[in-house]
């Protein structure tokens, strides 16, 4: 058996945990520049609004039903979602972390009998150390999990934990569940089966494997065994490093300055080289970025865009830096209003297949190596990034829109939650 936690609505959960007076109240979590919804309350879904609706869209609904509106404060709920995955490695040996507010837990080993009040107290626990409300499903396949919480929250009735663990049970359960709300199936792949007719999870639990293997080749067939109940979705434990690292950003004021968008790109270049330290990765060539408003007809238009290459692959935030402000200064051209900049590492050299240049000495590259740890060590302990960095970098606050943030109240200390 697989259990599948998932966190109710989780950042608007997280902005909840600081502010109890928003409990039943309609809030909702904007995108970067705090232009789209991004996560919504089940109050402020019942008034109409919808994940990715544009801000200026639903801006009259806001007003008019006093929604709470938070810009994305990322840093919080990642650490909420650490908070989460570790309350629950204190009851369960082993758990698989599937996405920043989601986690399977392997059941094998625990008594049948005992599944529905272990997982009880699992939700207990989490919402009381964390203040994190959780639903909780259980079910023979990681699919059938997912079907299992989606019941868990929907329905009061199972008060946060739903069990499949019959065959009655499970074929209720896919006669209820739309197709396209079925995990790896999705909104596209809906379609072409509601042009073969098939509505529901059921219906296609319930069609030959050969017809299926004909129509929707391997992953199709899988998700056909694990709704008629054969486990064939297993973790990947092995972390897929990656191929390419891009970090950009729409300003949420158009930019026509070059010592401003040095700023922005030094902030870029920081955030992409911390990823490439921690996968272990080195890069040879830095590509930056910058775009006019392509939404603003009434105003000149300008993509530039180039590409710099090292002498060997290197992973240091000070020379990725300096490489970057100067292939910007090739591409920047005045008389234009920047909205959108980035940077790109386009192929990432593992460790072991970094070519060392012989006009470079060893000692400058030894020296290099120990200032990124000793630099990502200060700014990562105590969550507290960017204490140190380049003299040219912004802080990220200063570049994109966030009015309505809440404080880091578990990551930084001036700005924890103040009790009266």
């Not at 919402?127 to 990681?142: D, L």
Request: hydrophobic share 40%.
């Amino acid at each position: 058996m697989y259990g599948l936690v998932d966190c109710n609505n989780f950042f608007v959960s997280c902005e909840r945990v600081f502010a109890p007076a928003l409990v039943d109240k309609p809030v909702v979590v904007l995108s970067n520049n705090d232009g789209c919804a991004v996560a919504i309350s089940n109050e402020a879904k019942a008034l109409g609004i919808r994940r990715g609706d544009p801000l200026f869209k639903i801006q009259e609904i806001v007003d008019a039903n006093g929604v709470v509106t938070f810009s994305g404060n990322h840093k919080l709920y990642g650490d909420m979602s650490s908070r989460v995955m570790m309350t629950l490695s204190s009851i369960f040996p082993d758990i698989e972390i599937y996405s920043i507010d989601e986690c399977f837990i392997p059941l094998d080993g625990f008594p049948h009998d005992a599944l529905e009040s272990l997982a009880r107290k699992a939700v207990t626990r989490v919402r009381r150390h964390t203040g994190i409300p959780t639903c909780f499903g259980i079910a023979p396949t990681r699919t059938l999990a997912k079907i299992a919480t989606r019941f868990a929250k929907k329905f009061p009735g199972y008060r946060c934990v739903c069990l499949i663990d019959s065959e009655d049970k499970r074929r209720k359960a896919l006669s209820l569940t739309d197709i396209g709300d079925v995990w790896g199936i999705g909104r596209r792949l809906a379609k072409r089966f509601d042009s073969l007719g098939i509505k529901n999870a059921l219906a296609f639990a319930e069609m030959p494997r050969r017809q299926v293997k004909e129509l929707f080749n391997l992953p199709g067939e899988r998700t056909w065994l694990e709704l008629n109940g054969t486990p064939c979705i297993e973790e990947d434990r092995q972390e897929t490093d990656r191929k390419q690292i891009c970090t950009s950003r729409s300003f949420s004021q158009m930019i026509d300055s070059v010592e401003k968008l040095e700023e922005a790109i030094s902030a870029f270049v920081t955030i992409a080289a911390r990823k490439l330290r921690e996968q272990n990765g080195f890069t040879k060539d830095i590509t930056v970025f910058i775009q006019t408003n392509r939404f603003r007809d009434d105003l000149p238009q300008y993509y530039g865009c180039t590409t710099a290459g090292f002498e060997e692959a290197v992973n240091d935030t000070m020379t990725l830096c300096s490489t970057a402000i100067d292939a910007l200064h090739k591409i920047f051209r005045k008389g234009y209003k920047y909205k959108r900049a980035g940077i790109l590492f386009p192929e990432i050299i593992p460790a072991s297949g970094v070519q060392h240049s012989l006009f470079i000495d060893d000692s400058l590259r030894e020296k290099r190596q120990k200032v990124m740890q000793i630099l990502d060590s200060i700014n990562t302990s105590q969550n507290m990034h960017d204490t140190i960095h380049v003299a040219t970098h912004a802080p990220m606050s200063q570049i994109v829109k966030q009015v309505a943030r809440s404080p880091l109240y578990t990551t930084r200390f001036d700005e924890i939650l103040i009790i009266k």
